[in-house]
């Protein structure tokens, strides 16, 4: 029985990298944007008031249509990061917002992100959203996918407007932009 | 976050994770993919290659076939002006340009500008003509921004994408319209593009369904003639369409698009060569439970075409497919499908040639079934399957294939294939006379049928890190190639299109990537191909396949795409092709560059450079002095989004 519980999760692993290696080494581009939140959760320090508690949950909150499936889910599952679990919302509108650290906002939303970004009045919430443009325009994170690759871009000045501080494991990949205009 | 231990990210590429996977410890949780994406760097899930979103795995068809993907992307750091210069990516097509707007593309070889080996589907769309199973690239103007992807294949793809995919099968993809959302504007001008312009909108209508429009127009400079005069080539075209999409459920979508258009182009003889047309194309697809999928897709498109002097075309096509797409059990995953096309054809004959009749419907219905079978679950992969069609010139035709798939080890993939396909007749192979009438010349093709193909094939496809090849070997034995038989020999006319040929090809087509940094991508390709072609025993064919045979030995590509600080980004393709001895077409060096500027998200400025070794060089046709040759470019182009 020891035996089996030791190789059944390979057998299962060497599965799930065979099936990527099937579709040439691709993977799915949501799978693939979940494990980059899930990184920005252990590359991002959030102020002491983001977390009353030394057991609150680390938030990751998907505003509007959910393009990731279980995608998110299933990375976040059973994964703790400094004694805190992590937990997955999703919400239809900004207002709703509760307890929420890392904020994923769809494409569509995310496109025109300055009513949401004021909905959310600098409340120390890492923002991020693959839509054109989100960075400069306030935002604080964009995933921007180049020639099927995906690349970040990054915000500095929202990420301290909001008191985030940003890993420089983060900062040296990201491509730093400004707001429209400077 | 305060006080948490980061996770020690490591320098692992992805094929190391899972030989890693089995250390103690990570052997934790039963879990996909994602624990093994969980282990990666961001630096290496930067370099990893993502599909966007799609719900099923890719199919064995694709997996295990010589298939090359350009991208938006590509399309963009290309500075192609039209959807053929685009198709310039594909190391494994042959794309010559005759003039301001004929083109020859083909793959595996057989090329012209009635190449007639190929299928080519926009969205679902056939647009190859059933006059000669060939395309009319002047009228395939997809706007290029909106294009998601485009598939291309070489080798026969007939058991699952359908008939005329004997050598191939190009499959433009355009994007959803929740991808196109607000307005872009674009526009631009040149040395071989005097003007252009496209405007796009995109918006919601509710929340579950999202629309563009469109509205393009460009105009083309002449191409020369040997003697550097300007060829009377030039032309214009104006064309716009919408598509929509909607999430009618969560488990049903509906896609609904379509295009209008309408050119003139100059030509030799007196008056310009009229072209316009459109179509609509509604797709609907529901997921009927976890493991069963069905689409359904019905078309129509219409082309008019008169070439004042030559002849008048006005074709009606309705078509309507079925598919659905099924697992059973652990092992078996079934696709099948039906469909129906009507080809309504009305030519205008004139005294230089005649299709006759010259009104003619014909009809066409398909069915094909392929089972993928797993031998070994995700280790080796076995797809059988047939195409059977019925038409009204040969009646039934099968065309079966078989593919398997090796995953030798996370990072290669071995793949073979054996395939059957046909071309099945065409208008010009059966109801073609020259002149328009008697006595003729040329007069028709009565007894002919389908040329035939039994393709072999083997494939290896490697990838590790930000390091792909993938490489591609084949040969095939064609029957009953077209010919031009004696009806009275030794009398030369007058003569008929018949089957006297045989033939062959072989041939191996390479392509690798390499991401040099996250910055700097470069890419290469590089195709080397040989046909036969041999009269049967009692042909009388004298062209020994001169027309058949119009193919370099080899080509070369190289690309190379780099961003470079404060938003610039600087492209450039080299495109080394070999002669074509039989037409006397020498073989040419071109490069094509392509820099831009990206001040704001909002604005994109370039400039682009087309065939810049060379003031003008060839790429086709026979020789002679009215054959054309393809003049040096430059544009500017501006895109603004709003």
Known sequence: MAFLRRVLPVVALLGAGHRLAAQGVRASEYQVKAVFLFNFAQFVDWPAEAFPAPDTPLVICVLGNDPFGDALDQTVRDERLGGRPLQVQRYHSVDEIKTCHILFINRSEGARPEEILAGLKQRPILTVSDADGFAQRGGMIRFVTDRNRIRLQLNLAATQAAHLTISSKLLRVAEIVTRNGS | ?642
């Open chain 2, 1 to 642: 976050m305060a006080g948490v231990p980061a996770k020690a990210p490591r320098l692992l590429t992805l094929g190391l994770v899972f030989a890693l996977v089995g250390t103690p410890g990570f052997a934790q949780q039963p879990d996909t993919a994602a624990q093994a994406l969980k282990r990666m760097s961001i630096e290496q899930l930067m370099t990893l290659e993502v599909t966007s979103v799609s719900k099923r795995p890719e199919r064995l068809g694709q997996t295990a076939s010589a298939i090359q993907v350009i991208t938006q992307d590509d399309i963009r750091g290309s500075g192609a002006s039209s959807l053929p210069e685009a198709l310039r990516l594909a190391s494994n097509l042959q794309v010559a340009q005759l003039d301001s707007r004929q083109w020859a593309i083909s793959a595996r070889g057989f090329n012209s500008t009635s190449a007639n080996k190929l299928l080519v589907l926009i969205d679902g769309r056939t647009v190859y003509t059933p006059l000669f199973s060939g395309v009319f690239w002047d009228v395939q103007e997809v706007p290029l921004a909106d294009i998601d992807r485009i598939e291309v294949i070489s080798g026969p793809g007939a058991t699952l994408w359908g008939a005329n995919a004997v050598n191939g099968v190009i499959n433009v993809i355009t994007k959803d319209a929740k991808d196109t959302p607000g307005l872009l504007l674009s526009g631009g001008g040149g040395t071989e593009l005097p003007g252009f312009g496209t405007a796009r909108y995109g918006g919601a209508l509710g929340a579950r369904a999202r629309y563009r429009i469109y509205g393009s127009r460009f105009a083309r400079d002449p191409s020369v003639l040997p003697s550097g005069q300007d060829a009377p080539d030039d032309w214009h075209l104006g064309q716009g369409g919408f598509r929509l999409d909607w999430d009618a459920s969560t488990v049903s979508r509906v896609t609904l698009q379509g295009d209008l258009y309408d050119g003139r182009i100059d030509q030799l003889s007196p008056g310009d060569i009229a072209v316009s047309g459109g179509n609509v194309v509604a797709k609907w697809g529901r997921t009927i439970s976890e493991t069963s999928d069905l689409t359904a897709q019905l078309y129509y498109d219409r082309t008019h075409r008169n070439i004042p002097g030559t002849f008048g075309e006005d074709l009606d096509m309705y078509d309507v497919e079925l598919q659905h797409q099924a697992r059973l059990g652990a092992r078996h995953d079934l696709v099948w499908g039906l469909g129906y096309r009507l080809m309504n054809d009305n030519v205008a004959n004139t005294t230089a040639l005649a299709f006759l009749p010259a009104h003619v419907a014909r009809q066409w219905f398909t069915g094909f079934v392929q089972d993928e079978i797993a031998l070994v679950p995700n280790r080796l992969h076995v797809a059988l399957g047939t195409k059977v069609e019925h038409n009204n010139y040969t009646g039934f035709e099968i065309q079966p294939s078989g593919r398997v798939n090796w995953t030798v080890s996370p990072s290669a993939t071995l793949w073979a294939a054996v395939s059957r396909a046909v071309r099945t007749p065409s208008r010009i192979d059966r109801e073609f006379f020259v002149p328009g009438q008697p006595p003729y010349f040329l007069a028709g093709g009565p007894g002919f049928h389908s040329e035939e193909e039994l393709a072999y094939e083997l494939g290896y496809r490697h990838q590790h890190g930000s390091f792909a090849l993938s490489a591609a070997t084949f040969y095939s034995r064609y029957h009953g190639l077209r010919s031009l038989e004696q009806v009275n020999p030794p009398a030369a006319t007058p003569i008929v299109i018949g089957n006297g040929q045989d033939g062959e090809s072989y041939g191996a087509e390479l392509s690798a990537a390499y991401w040099l940094t996250p910055r700097w991508r470069v890419r290469a390709g590089y195709t080397e191909l040989r046909v036969h072609i041999w009269p049967n025993p009692g042909s009388t064919d004298t062209s020994r396949g001169l027309t058949e045979s119009q193919t370099p030995d080899h080509q070369l590509f190289v690309h190379s795409s780099v961003d470079l600080p404060a938003h610039v980004r600087l492209d450039a393709g080299l495109r080394a092709v070999g002669k074509i001895a039989r037409r006397q077409v020498p073989s040419y060096e071109e490069l094509n560059a392509r820099l831009s500027w990206q001040p704001t998200a909002r604005l994109d400025l370039s400039i682009i450079g087309q065939n810049l070794l060379n003031p003008r060089h060839v790429e086709f046709g026979a020789p002679g002095p009215t054959r054309r040759e393809i003049q040096r470019g430059v544009y500017g182009l501006l895109e603004w989004r709003f």
